[in-house]
């Protein structure tokens, strides 16, 4: 059987199911969820993230996550958890450059990927050095969500003392979509008209949605559609108990819910699809077979974690937060390597892409903490902090296990394009407006 034939199942079973329901089975149904299928990120998938731009993403979280070390005051052990971890390229970034960091950090490091699937990824090619970090891969624990229907993927660990983290992870959760229709509050639903899935509104599956919205401080106009990421609250809570002593950061994009439930700016949401690397935007075809997401609502992942006991030690863009440690420096020291031109045209792009405005630089950086104080975070710190910046001398440089941007098939990124006047960081990563 497959998703599609599945949610066909359901939907005659129940007459509808929740767009949230069909989400969660389009990317996660083990039996041929979109997720559950052959690597869908990167030049042969369907859309690519910041590990695959360029390697500097890892180096700079490399950088904060020593300082984290330092704060916890240089523990023998320090545990990375990375949650949807994917094919483990950042893993892999990130215990590459920890090896040359200082201080007995890298045989600190014991890093976890965690993901859907046990199946391991490029994380196996990490130093193997007996002095460098070791790395695990563990599946997320698969429960029902409190909703009953929907499944929780749990986090497998408990007792961490060191730092949570992901990228693009609760993007990728199931979302309910609400409206208000002639006046009244409405969920969407999937159903069937013959042969042919379609929307319908309906009375609401569960009363956390209005009560979200309410929390926020959120009231739809006629005819605004928003999404509703209700597995965060249960993430939040799961991450802040399996958390000793230490960090949560979660890098995805997103916004504060005043602006990203801006009648004005997003009336019909943010739900979108990628196919071959093309914003679809058409959830109920190629089911299975497409990347569904919606962007997150940062003000309930820090409500969350206040509610769990977390402080927030920082909230910013992907852009400032990379120049802060040392983005800039790194550019300068790639133009001073000798290295093919195609070869620093392409490092050059790929960083650049990393900060780039209107895509990856918008995105946005959450840290999180627990037991740890409210410690001065250096991806926060402005005027940029010069640890951060003598941490980052060793270039990383792009290998086969990233994108080549500059090939033609990501023509935002060419060669000719003249980036600099787009950004507002100098080299020493301050304004430079
Ligand atoms: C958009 S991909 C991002 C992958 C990777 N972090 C990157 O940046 O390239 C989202 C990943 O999260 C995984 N995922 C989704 N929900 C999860 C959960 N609850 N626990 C662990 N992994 C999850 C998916 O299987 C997928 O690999």
């Known amino acids: 059987m497959t998703v599609e034939e599945e949610i066909r199942r359901r939907i005659l079973a129940s007459r509808a199911i929740t767009f949230a329901e069909f989400m969660g089975l389009a ?35 490399a950088v904060q996550l020593h300082q984290m070390w330092q704060v916890m005051g240089h523990p023998a052990t320090f545990t990375v958890v990375e949650l949807g971890a994917g094919n483990g390229l950042l893993c892999r970034d990130i215990t590459s450059y920890a090896a040359g960091l200082p201080g007995d950090f890298a045989r600190s490091l014991r890093y976890v990927c965690v993901d859907t699937l046990v199946a391991g990824g490029v994380e196996r090619e990490s130093t193997r050095d007996p002095r460098g970090p070791t790395v695990n891969r563990l599946a997320s624990l698969l429960s029902m969500g409190p909703l009953g229907g929907e499944h929780h993927r749990g986090i497998p660990l408990r007792g961490i003392k060191g730092c949570l983290l992901s990228n693009e992870l609760l993007d990728a959760f199931p979302v309910h979509q609400v409206t208000l229709s002639q006046g009244s509050f409405k969920e969407v639903y999937v159903t069937l008209t013959g042969d042919v899935l379609e929307y319908a509104l309906k009375e609401p599956s569960t009363p956390r949605l209005a009560t979200r919205l309410a929390g926020l401080g959120i009231t739809l106009a006629e005819g605004q559609t928003v999404e509703i990421n209700l597995g965060i609250d249960d993430w939040v809570d799961d991450a802040a108990e399996a958390l000793d002593i230490g960090f949560i950061l979660t890098v995805d ?4 819910a005043s602006d990203l439930y801006s009648m004005d700016d997003r009336p019909r949401g943010t739900l979108t699809t990628f196919y071959r690397h093309t914003q679809t935007d058409s959830p109920l075809q190629r089911i299975g077979r497409q990347d569904m997401t919606a962007q997150i609502d940062f003000t309930t992942v820090m409500n969350a974690g206040i509610q769990a006991g977390l402080e927030t030690l920082g909230f910013t863009t992907q852009a400032r937060f990379l120049a802060n440690l040392g983005l800039p420096r790194l550019r300068d020291r790639l133009t001073a390597l000798d290295l093919p031109r195609r070869q620093l045209a392409a490092n050059n792009t790929g960083m ?18 627990k037991n740890v104080g409210t410690p001065a975070l250096w991806g926060f710190e402005e005027p940029v902090s010069e640890q951060a910046v003598a941490l980052a001398s060793n270039v990383p440089i792009l290998d086969a296990g990233h994108l080549p941007l500059m090939e033609g098939r990501y023509p935002h990124a060419s060669l000719e394009f003249d980036w600099d006047p787009f950004y507002d960081i100098d080299a020493s990563g301050r304004d430079g407006s």
Not at 39 to 45: F, Q
Not at 48 to 61: D, V
Not at 352 to 369: H, M, T
Request: proline fraction near 9%; avoid cysteine; charged fraction near 10%.
């Open 253 to 256: 994009y997103g916004r504060v």
């Open 352 to 369: 650049l892409d990393l900060a780039r405005p209107g895509g990856l630089g918008d995105f946005k950086v959450l840290i999180q903490g």
């Open 27 to 61: 990317l996660f149904w083990p039996g041929g969820g979109y997720y559950t299928g052959p690597d869908h990120i990167g030049s042969s998938g369907d859309f690519y993230t910041s590990p695959h731009a360029h390697p500097a993403f890892g180096a700079l979280i």
